[in-house]
């Protein structure tokens, strides 16, 4: 596993230096191997197979609500890209959001913008600011660039498991049953030691600027973290190291670390 890990950090640091990109948002460089009218493009043909595939409910108030807050929250994010001057980097985003008839306790962003909230984690928000943190999660996933960058670094674990048995191959002579070895520790090194603590960051990093988007709506973040300890006790517990989210506990620890930054955040860019 340690030769593994030492393999991917190589290959990553190399690419992220050669395909850089910095997000307007964070400040922060960020490796992809996709551009976003390539992975918009991708989405949107996703989004219309779901939408077709998929009961979606147009009328009524709850459907009425994730409208609401889906605009309030692409305004919001508008307002913040603007008052940084960084409103160019929204021109390619599309905005849509529906509510689909499911009893499944989700939601989720494409990237673009384009948002889908299953029926079933409605009983769980009870009311819209707790939708808001949950609609704000999944569009700072999209503006963060969150999808672009765990494909980018997904492929490039995939490539370098292979590049890895192919060095065994030609440099020590290793059969296919050494090189199988190989390409199982590296999955499972790369995947519990680097791979999925980089989801819990991405996923941390979305609840922060969720959090931002929603106070600058106009919403009380306040609010996320009930909705978070009642999906902790509706869904219980996980192990976290394990996981591709933080766990439930860690996630109402940040945000109720994160509630005065977004109060601060909102007033700033709504003065």
């Not at 922060?28 to 390539?38: K, P, R």
């Not at 999808?147 to 192919?166: E, I, M």
């Not at 973290?225 to 509706?234: G, L, T």
Request: aromatic residues 10%.
């Amino acid at each position: 596993m340690k030769a593994a890990k030492k393999l991917l950090i190589i290959l990553l640091s190399v690419a992220a230096l050669l395909t850089c990109e910095t997000n307007p948002l964070t400040g922060e460089n960020n490796f992809y191997l996709f551009s976003n009218q390539e992975l918009f493009a991708m989405s949107e043909e996703s989004y219309r197979e779901f939408l077709s595939e998929n009961t979606i409910i147009t009328t009524g108030a709850d459907a009425q609500m994730v409208k609401r807050v889906g605009d309030n929250i692409r305004d919001a994010a508008i307002k913040w890209y603007k008052k940084e001057n960084n409103s160019k980097y929204l021109k390619d985003y599309k905005w849509e959001y529906h509510l689909v008839d499911s009893k499944e306790v989700n939601a989720w962003c494409m990237p673009g913008g384009r948002i889908v909230v299953y029926k079933g984690i409605l009983p769980v928000t009870k009311n819209e600011d707790a939708l808001a943190t949950v609609m704000g999660h999944e569009v700072a996933h999209a503006l963060l660039d969150h999808g672009k960058q765990k494909l980018s670094w997904g492929y490039l674990q995939q490539f370098g498991g292979v590049l890895g048995a192919g060095l065994l191959a030609l440099a020590f002579g290793a059969d296919q049953q050494t090189q199988e070895l190989f390409l199982l520790a590296y999955g499972v090194g790369t995947n519990v030691g680097l791979m999925l603590p980089y989801s819990r960051e991405l996923e941390s990093q979305a609840d922060e600027y969720g959090l931002y988007l929603m106070a600058i709506a106009g919403y009380k973040p306040e609010e996320s973290v009930p909705f978070w300890e009642r999906m902790a006790a509706s869904s219980g517990g996980s192990i976290e190291f394990l996981s591709t989210h933080p766990s439930h506990e860690t996630r109402i620890s940040n945000l109720k670390g994160w509630i005065q930054a977004a109060k601060d955040k909102a007033a700033e860019i709504n003065k």
